[in-house]
């Protein structure tokens, strides 16, 4: 499926220290990026229940971002760690469920890569663009 | 931040340079209660931070790691945040006058043609801007225009212009929306009152121009170490792809050049940059990590990979495919015209010369005192050495020529990060025991005049009140407030949404808490500029409004909106309406919250009598701080008992501006008659820690000493076990008695013995080699300098030194190079052909391979001396005792190897000296110095705040599985055996929420950020 004016939605996942601070600064330093990510900042990519994402996914989101420090950067020793660990665990059982796992991206985005976050949300929109919206869309009641 | 500051109390510091170091004095001093000038001559804070987004040997940035206490944003931003930090930019100290405790500074803050408080960043002045610069890393890499931004993340963020290039066109003038700039901006001098002075004002890394043989500057793919430092940043010129500068193609050899600006007497700069060794290690495996089959040649004369686990890295790195480290010296550098291609012409080791071509080189450029560092020293007094470094005693390493100025960092001699780290947080310690200390601690917080009392809203149904508030229009003019706020006015629970002009100023602020009051909000979202510099403000406005602070949801328009979508006001809108709807949704499931503190015990446990502990006491005494130092022994002084100087005046003259020389006895002797007068320090002798429980503010420690047992509690933990002399097997050590190790022939030095007229130095005895990887780091500077007191007194005498590397980082290579030209040999070997020792009827002779002409050499000797290392004293037991980690050598392991050298994960608890890592007496002072700073600046807290986004349990859906014990990093989760519930130590609970997601019946909620919450904003938007 090609750009036909779908406008997928992503919901962002997005650490505080590092890549909440870098989309932050994405924005104050006016880079711009398209406009269909929306940002739930935590704490903590530690702290992103993998039921957030799947809730994100059944309520109809075309994409999900998890954002957080890079390696050996978490604020909280680990976080980022066991994020990574549970994001590739759900991505897993997406496959095994039969539902796109490639609709959820984990990256690592310091606090001082502006461009870095702007260039995600732009590839993602772009994937997603192509890939089409989300089949779960109103197919599901949670 | 102010053009005109003036804090009219002695209690103050001044910081001179906001760089790592500054800014981690800064930090260190504003925690412990003392107000801080922060000045920096750039026109925004950070120096050479900006410059990396990864350092070794960790390959990652952690840079937000060395701020003190909790987790934190960049130390620009929190230097930002700080109450008690001012941040004067674009500043430079001009004079001095007064007293230790009393001195009055004068400053001349330089125009900045940019007024900070005005600028939004939005950049139209740099898009008229006809006038191009060269960028501050890139050079003509990434050129800049006459107006332009400092780096990302410098403070203030603010747009500057250089004078120096500007036509005064005024274009930028007539774009600015905001009035900000000022073409006619004078500069201005101010005074401030300080107790203390810290000079950090860093380095300057070498002009490559000067080195004209090498190309820089002519051939453009030969770039400076800091251009390709940019390069390899993700957040840098070309977003970490590594091009050829002349046809944008990826390079498939790369040379790096070391030494470049270092070791170089041609240049006048004799000394060993210390980092670059490492500098460039690190780059090769971020360029093999980025692109694998790039070729890489490093060329160099040593490699001084010195600093803990730093050999382990080299190691590591050297094994990584198609890298080649080539010991030998690079000649010129020439291009050759066509390919552009760069032709190396190299002299080996062994007088052959060679030619090898490459696509990029990498000149990897030294370490030069900073700019203005001359003016900086007469205008303050400060003595400055031959290279235009701050000189500094061995036994008091963070003092200068002036008396009351305190220096850290690389402008007492180049370093590394850990080491600035220490000593920046080492001269905190000095500057605040001279300022005269008011009243450090905590302050009462500001509650606001008549604020009424915090209304109950549990019962109530949510009213959400939404506020817009725009700062100087940027956002109002991409976002219709007006429509949001219709928009939202239809959403379910929200009582009120209203544009309420500039939220942040204080009538702003007042409106809203006045409309909440009368309108009986129970919520609030605050959406637009939501700067996270104002939370403090955004509390008390809540506060005002007789409403908790955690009622709040914040909605950043600017930064996510705004900003990010400002070409197109329409979906801007639609977007901010949607994340206003989001917020509602999720401030509907905000609830109160009261954040408690826990008590914090005074007194600090000082563990080992050695330099370092005794050193770590003192500076706590000095700070007003109780302390109990146990040592397990019967003496005081440790390593350093064993400690001589040796050489005569011409020696002590020549060494004294590089900091080598000093007197340990009389240190020792100073340290024990200070500690013996000191009433805040408890001696301890013959006593052992046996066990330790409890945390930080309140730890229990069991002591076992002459009188038996006792139980004392501390309020922090300082670990200075110390480290020994490893005694030789090999070498025929204990089996002649020619054959010493250093410390003996220092001894034998220091007494007057008879040195026989042949001495053969061996290095590297139990050091990096299988069993003992690691390099102890202080050896090769002892054997040069006792090698130079022996022909001292006999000119006459053959001392040759056996060598694998030589490494006499800073100013210790002048010392090496001395040695040279006194007629010193050094000789090198190799693994594994290690020299033979034998003892026959003529006497000692010692066989070695040469390895460059790979013959054997028998050198006859009258006595030989073996290099030891050092390893750490065997403090397992103690280490777990303590809870903290040890690595696999037995020394201590820290919480962040670059940045956190001196604090433990587990709060509370720090280490310093041997029982960190080896190093020299100097090092270890300001280390224990360093220790002693962060405790006290923990101390002065007063109290344990609990941090607001802290982990609470549901008891009655707790099941007990443990889960969450497991993942809590900070040992805040604890779950007694057979306990029916687990709970949160709050004091310990840093606030992250992991717990929370491992809950499998969701009976851990993190205050702020319960699951409920998440869900209904992914609902409100999707």
């Known amino acids: ?142 | 931040m102010t053009d005109n500051v003036s804090i009219p109390t002695s209690t103050s510091i001044l910081v001179v340079g906001a760089g790592i170091g500054g800014m981690q004095s800064a930090l260190l001093l504003a925690e412990a209660g003392y107000p801080v000038v922060l000045v920096d001559s750039a026109p925004g804070i950070g120096g050479s931070l900006h410059l990396l987004d990864r350092t070794f040997p960790t390959d990652s940035c952690g840079i937000c790691y060395m701020v003190p206490g909790r987790p934190a944003y960049c130390p620009t931003i929190e230097c930002d945040l700080h109450p008690r930090i001012t941040i004067v930019p674009y500043t430079d100290v001009v004079g001095l006058e007064g007293e230790p405790g009393a001195f009055t500074v004068r400053l001349h803050h330089r125009p900045r043609y940019v007024i900070p408080e005005r600028c939004i960043l939005c950049g139209k002045c740099a898009r008229v801007c006809p006038v191009e610069r060269p960028g501050l890393y890139e050079g003509d890499l990434a050129k800049v225009r006459a107006i332009y931004r400092p780096p990302l993340r410098a403070i203030p963020p603010a747009y500057v212009i250089d004078m120096s290039v500007c036509t005064r066109c005024g274009k930028c003038v007539e774009v600015c929306p905001t009035e900000a700039i000022d073409l006619d901006m004078q500069p201005t001098e101010s005074q401030v009152q300080v107790g203390a002075v810290i000079l950090s004002p860093g380095f300057e890394p070498f002009d490559a121009r000067l080195k004209g043989e090498f190309g820089w500057g002519y051939y453009p793919n030969v770039l400076t170490s800091i251009q390709f430092e940019r390069m390899v940043s993700f957040a840098g010129s070309t977003g970490a792809h590594i091009v050829r500068p002349s046809d944008r193609e990826r390079p498939r050899r790369i040379a790096f050049i070391q030494c470049v600006g270092s070791r170089d007497m041609s240049i006048g700069r004799g000394y060993c940059s210390s980092v670059c060794c490492m500098h460039t290690a690190k780059h090769v495996r971020v360029v093999k990590a980025l692109a694998p089959n790039t070729e890489i040649t490093v060329f160099f004369m040593d490699i001084r990979t010195y600093g803990k686990d730093y050999e382990t890295y080299l190691e590591e790195t050297k094994a990584l495919p198609g890298v080649t480290y080539c010991r030998c010296m690079v000649s010129a550098v020439q291009e050759r015209p066509k390919t552009r291609n760069l032709l190396l012409k190299t002299v080996a080791e062994d007088g052959k010369v060679g030619e090898e071509e490459f696509d990029l080189v990498v000149l990897v450029v030294g370490f030069g005192s900073p700019l203005g560092a001359q003016a900086l020293g007469q205008a303050l007094g400060v003595e400055l050495n031959e290279y235009g470094f701050a000189v500094t005693d061995l036994f008091a390493p963070e003092r200068v020529s002036r008396a009351g100025v305190l220096v850290a960092g690389a402008f007492r001699e180049p370093k590394d990060i850990p080491e600035t780290v220490v000593e920046a947080s080492a001269v905190a310690a000095a500057a605040a025991a001279l300022a005269t200390a008011g009243a450090p601690g905590a302050e009462a917080p500001v509650v606001p005049e008549g604020a009424p009392a915090e209304r109950d809203v549990t019962w109530e149904w949510p009213r959400v009140g939404v506020f817009f508030c725009d700062h100087r229009g940027e956002i109002g003019e991409v976002i219709d407030l007006e429509a949001v706020a219709e928009r939202t006015r239809t959403l379910p629970n929200v009582a009120q949404a209203m544009v309420v002009g500039d939220g942040l100023s204080r009538q702003g602020m007042e409106e809203i808490a006045r409309i909440v009051r009368e309108e009986r909000l129970n919520r609030v979202v605050l959406a637009g500029y939501t700067d996270i510099r104002r939370a403090e403000s955004f509390a008390e406005m809540m506060r005002a409004a007789g409403l908790n602070p955690n009622l709040l949801e914040l909605v950043n328009l600017r930064g996510e909106v705004a900003g990010a979508h400002a070409r197109n006001g329409k979906i801007a809108t639609e977007k901010a309406k949607e994340l206003v709807a989001m917020a509602v949704a999720g401030a509907v499931r905000q609830e109160p919250f009261q954040p408690s503190a826990e008590p914090l015990n005074r007194r600090v446990l000082v563990i080992g009598g050695g330099l370092a502990g005794m050193t770590a006491a003192l500076t706590l005494a000095d700070l007003g701080y109780p302390v109990d130092l146990v040592e397990r022994t019967d003496t005081l002084g440790g390593q350093l008992r064993e400690l001589r100087t040796v050489g005569g005046n011409e020696w002590r003259e020549w060494a004294r501006t590089k900091g080598l020389s000093g007197d340990p006895q009389a240190a020792l002797i100073t340290l024990l008659e200070r500690l013996s007068q000191e009433p805040r320090v408890r001696l301890l002798m013959k006593t052992e820690v046996q066990g330790v429980s409890g945390r930080l503010g309140q730890f229990r420690a069991r002591l076992v000493g002459p009188k038996g047992e006792q139980e004392e509690t501390y309020g922090a933990v300082i670990v200075a076990t110390g480290g020994r002399e490893v005694l030789p097997t090999e070498y025929l050590y204990g089996q002649d008695p020619r054959v010493v190790t250093q410390r003996e022939l220092e001894k034998m030095l220091a007494e007057g013995k008879e040195i026989p007229s042949d001495v053969v130095m061996i290095q590297c005895v139990g050091s990096r080699e299988p069993g003992r990887p690691y390099c102890s780091r202080i050896c090769c500077t002892k054997a040069v300098i006792n090698a130079l007191a022996i022909k001292e007194r006999n000119p006459n005498a053959q001392v040759t030194v056996l060598y694998r590397e030589m490494r006499t980082y800073g100013f210790r290579e002048d010392a090496y190079r001395l040695a040279r030209e006194k007629g010193v040999v050094f000789l090198r070997y190799e693994l594994p052909d290690k020299p033979q020792v034998t003892a026959g009827p003529e006497g000692l002779r010692v066989r070695l391979v040469e390895p460059i002409a790979g013959e054997e050499v028998v050198l006859p000797a009258g006595l030989v001396v073996l290099s030891t290392g050092l390893e750490p004293n065997d403090s397992r037991a103690l280490a777990e005792a303590l809870g903290v980690p040890v690595d696999a050598h037995g020394f201590f392991r820290e919480e962040h190897p670059k940045m956190r050298p001196l604090d433990f994960t587990k709060r509370g608890i720090f280490v310093c000296g041997l029982a960190h890592s080896p190093r020299a007496a100097d090092e270890t002072i300001l280390m224990a110095r360093g220790a002693a700073m962060r405790a006290a600046a923990l101390l002065a807290q007063g109290q344990v705040e609990v941090v607001r986004t802290v982990a609470r349990v549901n008891i009655r859906l707790c099941s007990a599985c443990g889960l969450c014990v497991e993942a809590c990093p900070y040992e805040a989760r604890v779950l007694e055996p057979g306990g029916p519930y687990a709970e949160v130590i709050e004091a310990l609970c840093m606030g992250c929420g992991v717990c929370a997601t491992v809950c499998p019946n969701k009976a851990t909620q993190q205050v702020g950020y319960a699951a409920r919450r998440v869900y209904e904003m992914v609902d409100a938007v999707v």
């Open chain 1, 1 to 142: 499926m090609s750009d036909n004016g779908f406008e997928p939605k992503i919901v962002a996942f997005l650490c505080n220290w590092c890549t909440y601070t870098g989309a932050d600064l994405a924005g104050t330093s006016r880079i711009q990026y398209p406009p269909n990510v929306r940002i739930i900042r935590l704490m903590c990519t530690g702290s992103v229940d993998p039921t957030y994402v799947l809730k994100a996914l059944l309520d109809g989101a075309d994409g999900v971002l998890v954002g957080g420090c890079h390696p050996g950067d978490c604020h909280y020793q680990s976080g980022n760690y066991k994020a990574r660990r549970r994001i590739i665990a759900l991505k897993e059982i997406l496959k095994q469920a039969g539902l796109e796992e490639d609709r959820v991206w984990l990256r690592w985005i310091s606090a001082s890569e502006g461009q870095r976050f702007a260039d995600t949300v732009s590839q993602m929109t772009q994937y997603l663009k192509e890939k089409g919206p989300n089949p779960m869309k109103k197919e599901w009641a949670v």
